[in-house]
């Protein structure tokens, strides 16, 4: 296989694992906080996330680091795609602005 698309490829795996592994913790966190059990959720996931995304990046790799380098940088823009599409909503600028609902 070409060096170049071997880069792509890594990359590519990359943006899914930490699609995966974000988007999880997004999903874990809106499950979690309404859990009666929140510890068993959050736990139960991190483990389950950091084996996949640990187990991806050593396969992806193929004890080549550039191919490591490649992958750790797709699951770094995946998580700047995962924070914007999954944030609060931005409040406009010439949006008053919200009163407290309470006394000081």
């Known amino acids: 296989m070409n060096e170049t698309l071997s880069w ?3 990359w590519a795996a990359g943006l ?3 699609a995966i592994f974000f988007g999880g913790l997004w999903w874990t966190v ?3 906080v ?3 059990q929140p510890a068993l959720w959050f736990f139960g996931s991190l483990l ?3 084996g996949m995304v640990l187990a991806g990046f050593y396969f992806v790799s193929g004890g080549h680091w550039e191919r490591l380098l490649a992958c750790l940088l797709g699951f770094v823009i995946a998580r700047f795609i995962v924070t914007r599409l999954t944030g609060p909503p931005v409040a ?3 949006a008053p602005a919200k009163e407290a609902g309470h006394a000081p």
């Open 8 to 10: 792509v490829m890594a």
């Open 16 to 18: 899914l694992l930490g």
């Open 30 to 32: 809106r499950k979690g």
């Open 34 to 36: 309404s859990s009666k």
């Open 48 to 50: 389950l996330r950091m």
């Open 92 to 94: 406009h600028p010439n």
